[in-house]
């Protein structure tokens, strides 16, 4: 969570930050209905930092993977380049919640693929992009992910096993709206009821806040 106080200190990750010997680091992953964004915090010399992650300068990875071959998959941008080319292109998360559907991929032989198989690919892949550009291991980083707000609470689950078992150290989700709202509660006290929009790549959700 970024609270306005510490937005200053927001940047776009450079490769050549050295991460060695830095104390404190987290990951913030938003895993909305349009794909998926990652940010990571780190504090140095009692100050936080943080830092949206690019990969090949694209900061949202679409939640997509597409099957070329039995044991080949392109995720995010490749896989929607795949799908130009003829290939089939999966969408793991849409407007109704996580896809619950069996995939079936034939070729020399067949091979079938549950949406929780293929959340889980997508999820590995994503890991190894973030451990690739940080050029640190991030097994034992402390892992915090929101998620959409039509999520039912088997799907929240679901997720939250599917993000451990693909390697990340899960302390912590929220819904979207929720995490929006909470990076703003240093500036939203004492003004009473206040909605805010959380503005999607997929989809836009409202939240109250009462006073």
Not at 66 to 92: T, V
Not at 134 to 153: G, H, M, R, T, V
Request: aromatic share 8%.
């Amino acid at each position: 969570m970024i609270t306005s106080k510490k937005r200053d200190n927001l940047s776009i990750f450079s490769p050549e930050l050295d991460l060695s010997g830095i104390g404190k680091m987290w990951l913030g992953i938003d895993i909305g209905n349009g794909g998926l964004k990652v940010i990571l915090a780190i504090e140095k010399n009692g100050t936080h930092y943080f830092y949206i992650l690019s990969f090949n300068g694209h900061l949202l990875i679409p939640s997509l993977i597409s099957f070329e071959e039995k044991d080949s998959y392109l995720i995010g941008i490749e896989a929607e380049n795949s799908a130009l080319l003829g290939n089939g292109i999966i969408s793991l998360i849409g407007k109704n919640g996580l896809k619950n559907t069996e995939i079936t991929y034939a070729a020399s032989e067949s091979a079938c693929f549950t949406s929780n198989e293929t959340l889980l690919l997508f999820l590995q892949e994503i890991k190894k992009r973030i451990e690739n550009l940080l050029k640190i291991s991030i097994q034992d980083i402390p892992c915090f992910f929101s998620y959409p707000a039509n999520f039912d609470s088997n799907e929240r689950r679901t997720l939250n096993e599917i993000m451990n078992q693909a390697g990340f150290n899960i302390v912590g989700m929220q819904e979207e709206p929720t995490a929006a709202m909470l990076s703003f509660m240093a500036d939203l006290q004492n003004r009473g009821n206040v909605l805010v929009i959380d503005l999607g790549a997929g989809t836009s959700d409202n939240y109250i806040q009462t006073s």
